[in-house]
């Protein structure tokens, strides 16, 4: 991910509508791609992951696509609920290296 | 069974303190963090051991001492705190490298 701005940026969705949350990153040799959520007051929590040698990942309700030509990276959560209000975090890394980068972070605000 | 715990939860102290913050983490795994989460949310690394070995320095002030007696536990002493330590520090660990998993934080408030 990259740290790029100095503020958050915020998405607001109604609840049962899908949320996209966009991440760009610059390290071209980064191999392994994770996405975290943060709720207040608690620490990242993995939602879900994928490796270069894909380009879309399906979990429940969360898939993840990888574009490594623009090296951009996005979260897709479907039928968005109240709980899946968070801070949500791309990080990326080469694998061997141990060090992962964060993205700025992206809050989602789930409107009722 | 908490994976990854740290103590204390919230660490209110004055400037020129010193201070320490413990981790521990029951997953079996062979590495460990410290990321540091300023105001913005920003999550940058500060260390990581692997095996008790240090792997990952960053240019952090030699102020801060991570300290690993196992592969289980990592912890952090800041002496002479400034202003500017004040943040939420995390501790994390992975297997080989892998996926992070991360404590529920430290918040140090530094006046």
């Known amino acids: 991910g990259e740290s790029v701005g100095l503020h958050l940026p915020t998405l607001s969705v109604q609840e049962g509508d899908n949320s996209i949350i966009n991440c760009a990153y610059s390290?071209?040799?980064?191999?392994?791609f994770i996405w975290y959520k943060q709720e207040s007051g608690k620490g990242p929590q993995f939602i879900i992951d994928?490796?270069?040698?894909?380009d879309k990942r399906q979990g429940q309700r969360v898939t993840v696509l990888l574009n490594k030509t623009v090296k951009h990276l996005s979260l897709q959560i479907a039928a968005t609920q109240p709980g899946d209000s968070a801070v949500y975090f791309c990080a990326d890394t080469t694998s061997g290296t141990y060090k992962y980068i964060f993205g700025t972070g992206t809050r989602l605000k789930v409107l009722a | 069974d908490t994976a990854v715990s740290q103590t204390p939860k919230y660490l209110v102290t004055q400037m020129g303190n010193d201070k320490s913050i413990k981790c521990e983490q029951n997953l079996g795994h062979d590495t460990m963090y410290w990321y540091k989460q300023d105001s913005k949310k920003f999550l940058k690394i500060m260390f990581s051991?692997?095996?008790?070995?240090?792997?990952i320095n960053e240019t952090v002030p030699n102020r801060f001492s991570p300290k690993s007696p196992d592969k289980a536990h990592l912890n952090l002493h800041i002496n002479s705190l400034e202003l500017g330590d004040s943040a939420v520090y995390f501790c994390?660990?992975?297997?080989?490298?892998?996926?992070?998993?991360f404590g529920s934080g430290t918040q140090l408030s530094v006046l």
């Open positions: 390290n071209s040799a980064s191999d392994y």
């Open positions: 994390a660990s992975s297997q080989g490298g892998e996926k992070l998993f």
């Open positions: 051991y692997n095996n008790k070995e240090l792997i």
């Open positions: 994928i490796r270069s040698n894909m």
